[in-house]
């Protein structure tokens, strides 16, 4: 079963997935700003890992991706959510949300 790719041009989509399938969703991201992604993941979705990717050279400043592997664990519907913040600050800071539907085959 091959890896399904999402990003933030997948957002307010339905995508079609099965069940033990690896998501790897990946999202623009500059810590440096104080802002960065927070997922939530619902029942039967499992993160495996979380890590930053400096886009080219990595230059203090720089922006890159957040990029994490998710997995698949049971069969019905499910929405991953994420939002673009500063944690501190609460939610009158967030600068973009992302929320994307799984149908998840068994």
């Known amino acids: 079963m091959q890896d399904l790719t999402l990003s933030e041009a997948d957002n307010g989509k339905e995508i079609e997935a099965a069940v033990g399938q690896q998501i790897v969703l990946a999202l623009p991201e500059n810590p440096s700003t104080g802002y960065t992604w927070s997922i939530e993941l619902p029942p039967g979705?499992?993160?495996q890992s979380s890590t930053f990717a400096p886009a080219g050279a990595a230059m203090a400043g720089s922006g890159g991706r957040r990029v994490w592997s998710i997995k698949l664990l049971r069969s019905g519907e499910a929405t991953l959510r994420a939002k673009l913040w500063r944690e501190w600050e609460g939610d009158g800071s967030v600068r973009r949300r992302l929320?994307?539907?799984l149908r998840v085959a068994g």
């Open 45 to 47: 979705v499992e993160q």
């Open 99 to 101: 929320d994307i539907t």
